[in-house]
């Protein structure tokens, strides 16, 4: 079974994500920052990490992927930035620092099954 990381400081978001996850078979982790994320995936070693961009603390999600990227135990993870905005600067910085796609928030659930799917090749 798969494991998913769904990182986002808000808990309606991860929940909904979870929802939208739950026809496919995953185990669902989550972490309400990118401190939180990085001690989960390390401890996990999930195949996905979904992670919002903007997050409250010392730590947004182009940091947490860069984290991630550079640690052995966790640069194998794929990495989808889940963001509010997308504009062109940030959807670089968000690739640029290892992400291997980038959704907009508010998304369509079917979208993001499929984008979830096609990036753990299934």
Do not use: C, Q, W
């Amino acid at each position: 079974m798969k494991k998913i990381l769904i990182v986002d400081d808000e808990e309606k978001i991860r929940s909904l994500v979870e929802v939208t996850l739950s026809v496919g078979n995953y185990n669902i982790l989550h972490a309400k920052n990118g401190e939180e994320a990085i001690l989960i995936a390390r401890d996990t070693a999930p195949d996905l990490v979904l992670v919002d961009t903007t997050m409250p603390g010392g730590m947004d999600g182009v940091a947490t992927i860069r984290v991630l990227k550079n640690d052995p135990e966790t640069r194998k993870a794929k990495i989808i930035i889940l963001a509010s905005r997308g504009h062109e600067t940030d959807v670089e910085k968000a690739f640029a620092a290892g992400a291997d796609d980038y959704f907009i928030k508010p998304f369509n659930p079917f979208e993001l099954m499929r984008k979830v799917e096609k990036t753990l090749g299934r």
